[in-house]
């Protein structure tokens, strides 16, 4: 069975200014009656959704919500704490009685003013061609709200929108996240597999030979770190004005070159027919232990976005894709398989201490992930062995 592969599609609405003051007015109040049921919800301990709609629906129905809108501010809610208690029982917040998880646990969840609301299509309707929606607020139902995204999103939109989508104000713009579900490619079976080695100094290498070198994105970081840190110290209204006006720039840019790199992976897999191998890096953050320096680079580096593109385009394009445990791979000779910690001589030179091979180390690490892949491919595959007649 092809299972679809669910993206999001970010539209950018376009109101005339009655109808912007009725979505900010909206957004507005709906979080803070999502405030409200989260202190219901904490102060009762409400298990259940359905339980805690018996004590909050009556009141969100006074306050002007429609029916659905009011289902969805419960949900919301309860969505919440279902991800925080899992992070909980994860050890995500810290081990029981760590001043994380105490924090986590000792009050109820908040949210922003201009937090995410769920619209259905019971509240939302789109008109693709005339590129509109009509969607409900505290004000009533608005019509002819135009919106702008590029004709590629246009066209995702039409084909393949499903389920839920959500409002969200960002620096007094209004946005709609659509959710697409998108089929997935028939999964093919791969020749061989494509090993790729993660990293600060080279974000990523493949046994391939391609490279996507981090050091015009790390100088890039520290610019944008030192720009901050000049403007925060200034304190000036026009120096929190460069502040706002220039927030998430860095976050955008990162995003982009992670679209490209992935892009680039995953194509070089799909023409040459064959699997990727990743790393699996879950839980990096709290193994690794780096001195005070090398903290920024680590900590703001998106390892799981990049994970995340490269898999959700792999789907999309039916190229197989398999995790490894990187445990050592850095030390281990991709050609004799010998292992040992002063193989590795610097940052960017392996020397085998065995074979005396001499290879740059992330290529060395990228070959050693892609023989590992071949090895929880063939290990995990169905059997081609016909049945006994």
Not at 64 to 77: E, F, N, W
Not at 297 to 311: K, T
Request: proline share 4%; with cysteine.
């Amino acid at each position: 069975m092809i299972t679809p592969v669910k993206i999001v599609v970010p539209v950018k609405l376009m109101p005339e200014a009655d109808q912007a003051a009725a979505l900010s007015a909206t957004v507005r109040t709906v979080n803070d009656l999502a405030c409200w049921v989260s202190e219901v919800a904490f102060a009762n301990d409400v298990p259940r959704e359905y339980e805690l709609r018996k004590h909050t629906y009556a009141h969100l129905k006074e306050q002007g919500l429609g029916a659905q809108a009011a289902q969805h501010v419960i949900k919301k809610v309860r969505d919440a704490y279902t991800t925080l208690h899992a992070n909980i029982r994860a050890g995500n917040l810290g081990k029981s009685g760590s001043k994380r998880r105490l924090r986590a646990e000792s009050k109820p969840i908040m949210f922003r003013p201009e937090s995410a609301q769920p619209y259905d299509d019971r509240c939302l309707s789109w008109q693709m061609d005339a590129q509109t929606v009509s969607i409900w607020t505290t004000a009533g139902r608005i019509k002819n709200v135009r919106f702008a995204c590029s004709t590629h999103a246009l066209k995702t939109l039409r084909e393949y929108r499903k389920g839920e989508s959500d409002l969200i104000e960002r620096d007094g713009a209004f946005y709609l996240i659509a959710t697409c579900e998108i089929p997935e490619a028939e999964q093919y079976e791969p020749d061989h597999f494509i090993g790729v080695d993660l990293g600060i100094v080279n974000i990523a290498t493949t046994s391939t030979g391609y490279q996507a070198a981090g050091r015009q994105l790390n100088r890039y970081r520290k610019r944008q770190l030192a720009l901050r840190a000049k403007l925060q110290k200034k304190r000036t209204k026009s120096a929190k004005r460069r502040l706002k006006e220039r927030s998430r720039r860095e976050q955008r840019h990162v995003k982009n070159t992670n679209h490209i790199i992935a892009k680039t992976i995953v194509t070089e897999a799909e023409r040459t027919f064959a699997g990727l191998c990743l790393e699996e890096l879950k839980g990096i953050r709290q193994r690794v232990r780096l001195r005070k320096p090398q903290r920024v680079a680590l900590h703001s580096w998106a390892f799981a976005q990049l994970g995340e593109f490269i898999v959700y385009k792999a789907r999309r394009a039916g190229v197989p894709v398999v995790y490894v445990d990187p445990a050592y791979s850095s030390r281990e000779c991709a050609h004799c398989g010998h292992v040992d910690r002063l193989n590795r001589t610097s940052q960017a030179t392996f020397v085998c201490r065995s074979c005396g091979v001499v290879a740059h180390a992330d290529r060395n690490a990228s070959h050693v992930l892609a023989r590992r892949g071949e090895n929880v491919w063939t290990a995990g595959r169905e059997s081609r062995v016909p049945a006994t007649p």
